[in-house]
């Protein structure tokens, strides 16, 4: 089981659209349906933001977005606020009951 | 509403073992996985482990494997991780969470670090 792919750093303007890619593998990402996205602060415990690739849990906004193509995975934020400013981590189910998550390496999202 | 409060720090020693807990509260603590996930310093999440807290039935990463055990006192609603053999490198904060057969952590506490130093 081998971490997914993210970008080390992306960064855009406030009011501009970033979209983060995940990329996996056949045997996570590309079979399953069971993506989920979590942003940190700086000294925070990350929040669940997405899941199940593009859900949205309750009193997160709408403009945070998942979505997937293959085996690769995305969370798209627009309308780039100050406060979107944090590290963000992929997480996918990777097809054993056992040992059934793996992350992302997170990617540090700035905003100019 | 839901909360995960987790024990405080701690400082041990190389080869010694530490136990981690997580008391649950606003939900039913049975009807949810509860994961286990660690961050060094200025690195990733890195997931270590499940557990049902009703089977007790458990799942451990490959790297963690025969020096990781996680248990739980449904009593108290409270969860317990332990890592054996400390070395340096297991210096990092310990997080637990809320999870589902959908989603490894709805929720999460609010992290123990644990460092380990001679």
């Not at chain 2, 981690?20 to 606003?26: D, F, I, L, T």
């Not at chain 2, 270590?48 to 020096?67: E, I, V």
Request: charged content about 15%.
């Amino acid at each position: 089981q081998s971490a997914l792919t993210q970008p080390a750093s992306v960064s855009g303007s406030p009011g501009q659209s970033i979209t983060i890619s995940c990329t996996g593998t056949s045997s996570d990402v590309g079979s399953y349906n069971l993506v989920s996205w979590y942003q940190q602060h700086p000294g925070k415990a990350p929040k669940l933001m997405i899941y199940e690739v593009s859900k949205r849990p309750s009193g997160v906004s709408n403009r945070f977005s998942g979505s997937k193509s293959g085996n690769t995975a995305s969370l798209t934020i627009s309308g780039l606020q100050a406060e979107d400013e944090a590290d963000y981590y992929c997480c996918s189910y990777a097809g054993s009951s056992t040992s059934p998550w793996v992350f992302g390496g997170g990617t540090k999202l700035t905003v100019l | 509403q839901v909360q995960l409060v987790q024990s405080g720090a701690e400082v041990k020693k190389p080869g010694a073992s530490v136990k981690v807990s997580c008391k649950a509260s606003g939900y039913t603590f049975t009807s949810y996985d509860i994961n286990w996930v660690r961050q060094a310093t200025g690195q990733g999440l890195e997931w270590m482990g499940w557990m049902n807290p009703n089977s007790g039935n458990t799942g451990y990463a490959q790297k963690f494997q025969g020096r990781v055990t996680m248990t739980r006192n449904t009593s108290i609603s409270t969860a317990y991780m332990e890592l054996s053999s400390l070395r340096s490198e297991d210096t990092a904060v310990y997080y637990c969470a809320r999870g589902s057969v959908v989603v490894p952590a709805k929720d999460w506490g609010q992290g123990t670090l644990v460092t380990v130093s001679s």
